[in-house]
């Protein structure tokens, strides 16, 4: 029985079938895919306002790390020179 199929199955109208579903497979599931592709490419003008929002504060973010004291030590000699100024006041991502 096995041999059966396998003598159809490689037979030649059927083997060439089998290269034309193939190939129309391979079609159906590109296509689409390529389309979406396509349609990720370009960002939608929403989407490039929110990533430059969440990149601007990402920035202040890392603006008021970088200021901040490195250990309790320096911050408290900060707070008694006066030289303690809010997260506010500096510019950040090298903007002036």
């Known amino acids: 029985m096995t041999g059966w199929i396998t003598a159809n199955l490689a037979s ?3 083997h060439k079938a089998q290269g034309h579903m193939l190939a129309a497979l ?3 599931l590109f ?3 390529h389309r979406r592709a396509g ?3 370009e960002p939608p003008p929403e ?5 430059a929002k969440a990149s601007e504060i990402e920035c202040q973010i ?3 790390a ?3 004291p490195a250990d309790r030590d320096a ?3 900060r707070l008694r020179k006066g030289h303690f100024r809010y997260a506010g006041s500096l510019p950040a991502c090298g903007r002036v």
């Open 62 to 64: 890392l603006g008021a």
């Open 66 to 68: 970088d200021r901040s």
């Open 47 to 51: 989407r490039l306002q929110a990533l």
């Open 39 to 41: 349609e990720r490419a």
């Open 75 to 77: 911050l408290a000699d």
């Open 12 to 14: 030649g109208p059927a």
């Open 31 to 33: 296509l689409p895919n």
């Open 26 to 28: 391979t079609n159906v």
